[in-house]
Every structure is written in structure tokens, then in C-alpha cells.
């Protein structure tokens, strides 16, 4: 143990002497173990960290899936949900929510995300009240005149103060008083996005209340979680689910035709799409950070060649190999501390950072913490970087000869071959590792630019959106709705500044939109499981000439038809291509199956297709009816202006207020913002992706500019007799720039090979764009090229302007 000490208060000595070596070691290495553990604490957070739910591994999420759209995560509908929790043999309980918007008064009115649930969800999930209670299964979901709410904690902060005398007592949503009893824990949330009708997460629970005519209600808006019983495994329970799928199929073939059941674990359900990017960055990260252990062992190896001299007296001294390996060791894993140190600090603001430039609800950032666990993460990752970049240098300076060593003392002895094997193997790993990471980057980025200019039907700029949802006991007729929005736009429309309004019930990149099956006048009517499915949304008058969308046959509404039932629809170009092929369809009738009652509809006009859920997403089918047709409680106020969008908001605000004191609006947002939420993925990825390929290329850099000029400090007395016999500068600096292409070359050749296999991978990640993309690969290739040029011509030129008498004298 003293000996132990010993090298490490040697090695601290050493160090010390060498600022500029020691500054360098330690910032690589808090750059890339500071940028694996920050990219750790997200991956621990969203992968790794179990769920907050007691028995979470059993829960699993039920989706219904449709073998003619090849929809594999649907909603499903009450009469499905409780044929499945009655006829089910692999779950414990069956639970459903359906997340929708509702308006809080009694006070400033506030529009909230409000989560309808069976009763039996908290028990299930294991959770409980932080207040009061939750709701208690059976009474809670079968009597319809105890009206309850459950509070999330921020809403109970935020709008009631914190007040813990506030179970029991009653608030306003949506004109229907409701008894609070109780209040979840803080940061409590289930919420899956996709489906729902609300976009956020929810403040506020109510009961489901099923009636009878759920019964045979195949309107499909539900989610459902299942706990599996014990011991049923997740194949087992699909195969069941599946069996039971086909005999309610047998038992209702209209509705139920070609409708299957997909059963998804909770944590693969909440990870979705980002475990890919996660696991890609992690790779990145991974790579950098080996990248900076080369880097690290090639100056080690340097510092071993120029201490020779002082270990081979060591060794004659009689200090064992092991002794020689264990002082520089000490070396490694002090920088290893200091590095891992420093990277933890350095991730403790990278985190932040990532938090500010990652998109709302992309990864759950705010969950991603320095905690424990990447603690021991951090501190591993030292000790293996440390024994990464310390080994080869260990081993090199054992093997040194101390005969050889003080026979050549005062001599700068040239290296060994096997020294510049390693040394040149090293730079070559290097330069392949940067060849791959570029090439990701390059390939997201070309992906990225394909997905900018992907037209998405509109023109988004200078438009203000924002959303009102209208409360049931106050418009409670058809009629009450429409002339609302009406007065709503014709005041809107006479603001300063607005050049035109409408609104639009489902509005892209919002939300979710409705789907259908459609019937076709003149051929054979098809049951609901073959009729061709449609997107279905309702508009406001001039909402075509407002968003900016084409219109390319035909006429949009007239203003008779804006304000009554007329039966009249607008369909999109993708609908006429695939429902009436070669076909002009203006004239003709289609029966939309969204009504008590379906009347066919005449189809008036043809619009541009618009890409409804992102740039990256298929455009559907969609027919736009007006709003009086089926006249919807909630719409997306659209409006066009002439100058800053969001400039408006006051205005309108006041608007809205004119009309009705109580009436909130909300999720107020400028369309380019809307279209650029689109982007956050790709663009999030991008970023990083882009970030670790830089940091490579830069480690690239310094690895062979630092091989390179080693090599001409050790061939200073060759290069001295070559210029002495006649060499010209041009001739030596063509020598040195052969040499460090030579390495260059090797490891872009690697590089390509394992960036063919690896980059497969990141095919989720990418749009219109092959993982296989030559050109990324030819213009990687030229750009590390030249880059390697610029990296060895320093040296090489410097090379060429060597004395051949101080060269000659040098030895």
C-alpha cells in the first residue's frame, strides 16, 4: 500500500511537470465520459429506471388492429372493452381512459387536459391519492349521480393554492359541478399521446360512466391497460387475445370484421420510437469517447518514448516489469479520476442543455438526473477509459531494454517498429470510427434537408391557430355552435391586421383527426370492415383560401351552404385518385358513415392533399364537410395575417371574451411553430448526431497530426540525409503527406465497410433517404481526405524546411 502511494504521489509529480499534457488528457477525457454520462442519465431514465407502478412488467397496453390498413395500435371502442374485460381469460383487470379537453370555471376560465378512466386504474397501477382518494371500483364507474374529480397535484397548485381543505368540495367543469376527492401524488401522469383527443397530459380524472347503449357502440376512442395475471407469459396472453378477437368477429361480423388485438408492454409502449435515437446516440457517444482513449494512449506512448531513458535506469536499478506497469498506471487512472471528475460536472450542465434543445415530449428529460446510478456509471467509465488508453503505453514501456536505452544516451534513437505499429494502428482506428460517425451524421442531415422540402400542403406562414372547445349545458343545440363560430370569425375578420379567419375542426399537425368508411353511389354497398377508410374534418368558410390549400376542381362552400345542411362535401386529391380513378368526381355522391343518420353527399370540389399528422407521415384521404354538417364542439380558429401572427393575441383574446366572459381558448400557437414541432425529432438527432461526429472528426485531426509529427521529430537525422543528397522541400513533403494518407486511407477504407453495416441501424431514423446513400459515402470520404491533407501538411511542411547539418549534428 505505501508503495502504492508512492507511484501515485509520483505520478502527481510527473503530471504536474507536464501542464500542457495534463490539461489536454483531462479535457478528452471529460468530454467524452461527460457526454456518455449525460446521454446515460437519458438512457437510464427512459430504458433502464423501472416503471412507477408496483407491477409494472405486467402491464400491457390492448390496442385493436386493422388487417386492411395495417393499423397496428388503434383505439378501441366501449362495446370491445367490455366484451374484453367479461370474456378475457389472461388479465387480472382491464382498464380504459379517454383523454379529452374540458373547461374549468368559477373563476378565470381554463381550458384543462381531462382523462376519463374506469375506476379500477389507480388500484391497478398501484397508485395512490397524495390527498383524499382515488376512485374506488365498482360504485365510482356505476353511479352516475355522484358526480367526482380527481386533481393532479401541479393543477391543485396552481389554480387552488395548495389548499388542503379542498377535497370535498365541488368545481365547475363544463358547466357541471363535480365533487373533488382527491389529489394525486406530484409528477403523476399516465398519458399515451398517440390516439388521443387530447394532446397533453391530464390535470384532471373523472369516472367512466358505461351505459347500455355502450353496449353496441363501435365508435372506437378508448385505450385500454391490462394486467396480466401472474405467470402469463406476453405470448400466451397475445395468443388468447387473439382467439377472442376472432370469436367476437364471429359474433358481429360487420363491425368486427378484420379487427385483431396487439398487446404492448407499458415500458415499450412508453419508449416507442425513441428507444432507436437513444440507443444510435449512445453508439456515437460510445465511439467519441474510444476515440479520445486513442488519442490519449498515442500521447501516453509519446511520453513512454521520452521517459525511455528514465525507466531503463529503473530497471537496471532492479524494478520489476510489474513495477514499471503499475507507475503507469497510476498516471492513467489519475487522469482517469480527474477526467471522470470533471465529466460528471460537465454533465451536469449538459443535461440542462439537453433539456432546453430537446422538443416537448420527445424523452423524458426532466426526469434525467446525476443520481446514483450514473454516479456508478461515471466512475466505471473512468476506470475502463483508464485502463483503455493506459494499457498499451504500460506494456510499451516494460518491454524497454535498458541496455539498448543507455547505450544510445544522448542519442534520439529512433522508435521501434512495433512502437509505430501501435501508434499507426491507433490513428487508423480513429480515422474509421470518424468515417462511420460522419457518415451517420451526413445521412441524418441529407434525411433532415429531404424533410424540409417536403411540401406540406399549406402555407404556413403568418397564420395564428388556436383552439376553443365549447361546454355542453350552455350550447347545447347544433345550432347554438354554429352561430358562435360564426360571430366569433366575422369579428375576427374585422380585427386590424387580419387579412382572413376560419377554423377548422381537426387542423394539421395539431392532433388527431377522424377516420371512416365511406360508401360510393352506383356500386354495391360493402360492410363497415371493407368499406375504403377516409379522414374526415369539418371547416369554417374560407378555410381552403385562409391555410393556403389549392383548390383544384370544382368550387369550395358558398355561404348557404357554410350555414346550413346541405350535404355537400370537398374531398382531397388523394380521395379522387383512389376512389374514383381516371374519374372526374365532381357531381358525385358518398355516403360518410359519421352520423346517427347518413345522408350521401355531394361532392362539389377537389383540394391539394395536405400532410395531416407530420412531413415524415402518408398523405390519407380526407373530405372536408362544413360545419354545419356535423357541427363539433371544439375548432382551431385559423387566421391569416398581414403581419406577425402571434401580435394578434391580445385582440382576439378579447374577441373570444366579447362573446362569452366564461369561454377560454388555448393551445395558441403560430402554424410555423405547429410545422416545426414536426421537425423536433429529426432535427433533435441531427443535432447531436452532428455534435459527436464533430468531436470525432476533431480527435481524428489531432490523432494523426500528432502521428504525423511525431514521425518527423523520430526521422529528423533521415529526412537531414535525404535534403543533404539532394532532396528538394516539394520531395519531403510529398514523403510525410504518403505517410499520413497511407493511414488515413486505411482507416476511411475500414470505416466504409463497417459504416455499410452499421448505419442500417439508423433506418427508422431517417426519410427518402438510404442508409446506403452513395453519395453521403463518396462525399464523407472526400471530406475526411482532405481534412487529413490539411491535417499532415503542417508537419510535412515544416519537415521540408529542415537544416541537413542540424539534422546531421541532431544525432
Partial sequence: MVTLFQDIRYAIRMLAKSPGFTLTAVATLALGIGANTAIFSVVNRTLIRPLPYPNANRLVMVWET??????????????????????????????????????????????????????????????????????????????????????????????????????????????????????????????????????????????????????AFTGRYMQ?????????????????????????????????????VNLVPLRQQFVGKIRSSLQVLFGAVGLVLLMGCANLAILLLARAKARSQQIAVRIALGARPWHIIRQVLAESFLLGGVGAASGVLLALWSVRALFLLAPKDLVPLEGAQIDLVVLC????????????????????????????????AGRSGGETARGRKVRSTLVVAQMAAALVLLVGAGLLIRSFARLLAVDPGFQSRKVLTFRIQLPDPKYKTDQQISEFYAQLLERIRQLPGVQSASADAYLPFAGVIDGTGVDIEGRPPLPPSEQPVVDVTVVEPHFFETLGVPLLRGRSFNDREAREVSHKVVISQMMAQRLWPNEDPIGKHVTIHMKDEDVPSEIIGVVGDVKHAGLDTEVHPTAYWPHPELAYRFMTVVIRAAGDPMALVPAVRQTVQSLDKDQPIADIAAMESLLSSSLARARFSTILFGIFAGMALLLAVIGIYGVVSHTVRERTHEIGIRVALGAQPPDVIRMILRYGLALAGSGAAIGVVLAFAVTRIMTSLLFGTSPADPAVFIGVSCFLAAVAVAACYLPARRASKVDPIVALRYE
Fill in 66 to 215: 386493422h388487417a386492411k390498413s395495417g393499423e397496428k395500435q388503434n383505439n378501441t371502442s366501449p362495446a370491445t372493452f367490455l366484451n374484453w374485460r367479461e370474456q378475457n381469460t389472461v388479465f387480472e383487470q382491464l382498464a380504459a381512459v379517454c383523454n379529452l379537453n374540458g373547461i374549468l370555471t368559477g373563476g378565470a376560465p381554463e381550458e384543462v387536459a381531462v382523462q376519463e378512466v374506469t375506476a379500477n386504474l389507480f388500484s391497478m397501477l398501484g397508485v395512490n391519492a397524495a390527498l383524499g382518494r382515488t376512485f374506488q371500483s365498482p360504485q365510482d364507474d356505476q353511479d352516475a349521480a355522484d358526480q367526482l374529480a380527481l386533481l393532479s397535484f401541479e393543477l391543485w397548485q396552481r389554480r387552488f393554492g395548495s389548499d388542503p381543505k379542498l377535497v370535498g368540495t365541488r368545481l365547475m367543469l363544463n358547466g357541471k359541478l363535480r365533487t373533488v376527492i382527491g389529489v394525486m401524488p406530484r409528477g403523476f401522469q399516465f398519458f399515451i399521446k398517440q390516439g388521443s383527443l387530447a394532446q397533453k397530459p391530464p390535470e384532471l380524472w373523472v369516472p367512466i360512466i358505461f351505459s347500455a347503449k355502450d353496449r
Fill in 224 to 260: 385500454a391497460i391490462g394486467l396480466l395475471r401472474a405467470g402469463v407469459p406476453l405470448a400466451q396472453a397475445q395468443s388468447s387475445m387473439t382467439g377472442l378477437a376472432l370469436s367476437l368477429e364471429k359474433q358481429d361480423p360487420d363491425d368486427m370484421k378484420g379487427w385483431g
Fill in 377 to 408: 456509471f461515471a466512475i466505471g467509465m473512468a476506470v475502463l477509459t483508464a485502463l483503455l488508453f493506459g494499457t498499451v503505453p504500460a506494456v510499451y514501456a516494460c518491454r524497454i531494454h535498458p541496455n539498448e536505452e543507455l547505450k544510445e
